[in-house]
C-alpha cells in the first residue's frame, strides 16, 4: 500500500487527510496521479500542473519518481510567507 498524505487546503479538495492506494510493488507518480484523479480530479490536475509539491518518504518528487509498496506521499499546496 502506498500512502498519500494531503496538506492544507489539499485536505479539504480531497475530503481527508491520507488515502491508501494498493499500485503494486513499484508505480510510477504519474501513474499513482491518474489514480488520485479518480477520486479527487482537481488534485491530480493540480500535481500533474506542477502546483503542488510532492514528496516521497520526506525527499522532493518529480512525476517520473519512482514510488515503492510501503512508500509515503505528502502533497502539499503551494505556500507563501514571511517575517
Known amino acids: 500500500m502506498i500512502t498519500v498524505k494531503y ?3 489539499l485536505r479539504s479538495i ?14 510510477t ?14 488534485i491530480g ?9 510532492v514528496s516521497v518518504n520526506l525527499d522532493v518528487a518529480s512525476l517520473e519518481s ?4 510501503g512508500d509515503e506521499i505528502a502533497l502539499l499546496p503551494p505556500f507563501s510567507g514571511g517575517i
Open 7 to 9: 496538506f492544507a487546503s
Open 14 to 27: 480531497a475530503g481527508k487527510e491520507e488515502d491508501q492506494f494498493n499500485m503494486g510493488s513499484e508505480t
Open 29 to 42: 507518480l504519474i501513474n499513482l496521479t491518474h489514480e488520485i484523479s479518480k477520486t479527487a480530479p482537481i
Open 45 to 53: 490536475e493540480m500535481i500533474l500542473g506542477k502546483k503542488v509539491m
Open 66 to 69: 519512482i514510488i515503492r509498496d
